[in-house]
């Protein structure tokens, strides 16, 4: 019986991939946010929001993930940004091979900001490394305000947090000020954004910030270094 | 719920090393795996013994894996502490900590296998 070294990261293979993504987007002049959160939080109905108010002023591209269906990517073109959708056709997260293989396909032309919407999940697209720049989790008031304490990884591993859905806080026993406790309990340094698509309190200060991450990331010329 | 996944990617690389060694048989892949990742085991175990068993080379093989535990150290009180339920907090003094000492790891170390013999 032989016995041989491999000391090779588990996951290796997906983060090359997301390194030469990484490279490719700051090439392209493009920011890159991984928008993850529960099915049903309002991821897509933030990038609609965001799209109506940034589109013009930034250009944003939406990647759109999920299992079935191009719903969200529909959703997305109607709002006015160019949008692509990957199926992962059972898969509860994206990869960073599904991510290149759908910018391959992608028009960025006069893009500076690209959103991945991930899959609905609370667990797994923690772990996958897509190539972004920065990560947020969605999460909303018609949800359990102890989320952050039982799916620890995903709000640890993100630079943001947004609580949607505050227009039914008076319908729901939601505490904000507890989901915020157990956030930065796992993540001092998370941003915290309280917002509703609906109304669109919050909205501003939201898209004030990833305005700021945009035009303050290294700026390059398209196809040159 | 992301382990079969995990178990694909380790599945992979092993297959590729078989070849490369010119493994006759894969008995076992020692993994490394920090407790930051949250992976459950048995379903790990359980997924890659499944897609073993799609391949003559790793028919039977089985995982063997080192967790380690999650700790981090406190700058105030230099010690080091175990991270529970990920809130990287010293329990002495209860400032947060940015430096992670251990719990992270995530690594294919080794593969024992019997060689094909020499023509």
């Given at each position: 019986m032989a016995k041989v070294t491999i000391a090779r990261n588990i996951l290796a293979a997906n983060d090359a991939c997301a390194s030469?993504?990484?490279e490719y987007l700051r090439l392209h002049g493009l920011y890159t946010l991984n928008l993850m959160g529960t099915p049903g939080a309002g991821k897509?109905?933030?990038l609609e929001c965001t799209v109506q108010s940034l589109g013009a002023e930034l250009g944003v591209a939406v990647i759109e993930g999920d299992i079935e269906t191009s719903v969200d990517a529909e959703?997305?073109?109607?709002a006015g940004a160019?949008?692509?959708q990957i199926n992962t056709r059972g898969a509860c997260h994206l990869e960073a091979h599904m991510v290149r293989d759908a910018l391959a396909e992608l028009d960025l032309t006069a893009t500076r900001l690209l959103f991945i919407e991930n899959v609905g999940n609370l667990v797994c697209p923690a772990e996958w490394d897509l190539g972004e720049d920065c990560r947020v989790v969605v999460v909303s008031t018609t949800e359990g305000d102890d989320k952050p304490a039982k799916y620890p990884q995903m709000f640890a591993c993100a630079q943001a947090m947004v609580l949607n859905k505050l227009d039914l806080l008076p319908y729901v026993s939601y505490d904000p000020t507890r989901v915020k406790h157990y956030a930065l309990a796992v993540n001092p340094r998370l941003r915290i954004f309280e917002i509703s698509c609906r109304t669109g309190v919050g909205l501003d200060a939201w898209c004030q910030w990833v305005r700021t991450l945009v035009t303050s990331a290294p700026t390059l010329e398209r196809g040159l270094l | 719920?992301?382990?079969?996944?995990?178990?694909?990617?380790i599945f992979e690389v092993v297959?590729?090393?078989a070849i490369a060694y010119h493994a006759a048989r894969i008995q076992t892949v020692n993994l490394r795996i920090g407790e930051a990742h949250g992976i459950v085991l048995d379903s790990l175990a359980f997924s890659f013994e499944m897609l073993a068993s799609t391949e003559p080379v790793l028919a039977g093989a089985h995982l063997s894996v080192e967790m380690v535990p999650y700790r981090a150290?406190?700058?105030h009180c230099a010690n080091d502490f175990n991270v529970l339920n990920f809130v990287v907090q010293c329990p002495v003094c209860h400032l947060w900590s940015e430096e992670i000492v251990s719990g992270t790891e995530f690594q294919i170390c080794a593969m024992e296998f019997e060689a094909a013999p020499f023509d």
């Open positions: 030469e993504l990484h897509t109905s933030l959703r997305i073109e109607q160019r949008a692509m | 719920m992301h382990e079969f996944a995990i178990a694909q990617s297959c590729e090393q150290y406190c700058q």
